[in-house]
Nanobody
Framework: VQLQASGGGVVQAGASLGLLCTVTGRTGIPYVMAWFRQASGKEREFVAGINRSGVLTYYGDSVKGRFSISRDNKKNTVTLQMNSLKPEDTGAYYC????????????????WGQGTLVTVSS
């Protein structure tokens, strides 16, 4: 399974940005999907997760109400819509695929994309 994240960029505070994760390979197996981020010098942080069917979504406290995760199982894609961006949202964003449940620990995910950089200026 390969994950490709895209959509990062440099934006000003208050702007919106959408990230896309495309899953290729063994796409016949439904995966739990999640987005994590990692700022320079910090640990990888859970941002959002979505269950296999797309009905259940989960968010980190710092992004709740501003970010939205969704998936299209026919297209094998997962989207993270980020609104009202803040400078503290800056970091490398990674999409991840897991087998069972949405977990907030990065250790529970089997597959990772390469990361896409988001920079929010004040």
């Amino acid at each position: 399974v390969q994950l490709q994240a895209s959509g990062g960029g440099v934006v000003q505070a208050g702007a919106s940005l959408g990230l896309l994760c495309t899953v290729t390979g063994r796409t016949g197996i439904p995966y739990v999907m999640a987005w994590f981020r990692q700022a320079s010098g910090k640990e990888r942080e859970f941002v959002a997760g979505i269950n296999r069917s797309g009905v259940l979504t989960y968010y980190g406290d710092s992004v709740k109400g501003r970010f939205s995760i969704s998936r299209d199982n026919k297209k094998n894609t997962v989207t993270l819509q980020m609104n009202s961006l803040k400078p503290e949202d800056t970091g490398a964003y990674y999409c991840a695929a897991g087998r069972e449940f949405v977990e907030r620990s990065p250790d529970e995910y089997d597959y990772w994309g390469q990361g896409t950089l988001v920079t929010v200026s004040s």
